[in-house]
């Protein structure tokens, strides 16, 4: 049996929610499904994407292949390594807050500061002759 790990579209005309579900590759993508792992609500800011880690590390080591969204999601969720946990309510805010990683900062080319941090190339030594 192929398994695949992907998008069930639920929700109301122009409110998409989706469920991170495993099914049949041949089952139509809102038909027949296996099991359930989580869902994902892109319209929220920021998205909400809750899902069962233990039953997808299982379903991915049974052979499931998961779609290029549920990779993406599954990876912001820690299911693959190197992803950060995905955003969490909080009780007491009942907000979701979400672990951003810092950035490396950019130098600007334009304001020259990079060219002080950055050493030259020494010119080519001229033959004497």
């Given at each position: 049996m ?44 920021p ?14 080591d ?32 009942g907000a979701?807050e ?32």
């Amino acid at each position: 049996m192929a398994t695949r790990i992907r998008l069930r579209r639920v929700g109301r005309k122009k409110q998409p929610e989706y469920r991170i579900v495993v099914a049949e590759r041949s089952a139509a993508r809102d038909g027949r499904f296996i099991e359930t792992l989580g869902y994902y609500r892109p319209r929220t800011d920021p998205a909400q994407v809750e899902v069962d880690a233990d039953r997808a590390r299982a379903w991915l080591d049974k052979g499931a292949t998961p779609s290029d969204t549920v990779r993406s999601l599954l990876k912001k969720a820690g299911v693959f390594g190197g992803g950060a946990p995905a955003a969490v309510a909080t009780p007491e805010t009942g907000a979701d807050e979400a672990v951003v990683p810092e950035a490396d900062p950019v130098p600007d080319p334009e304001s020259g500061a990079d060219a002080a941090a950055a050493p030259e190339a020494d010119p080519a030594p001229e033959a004497e002759g």
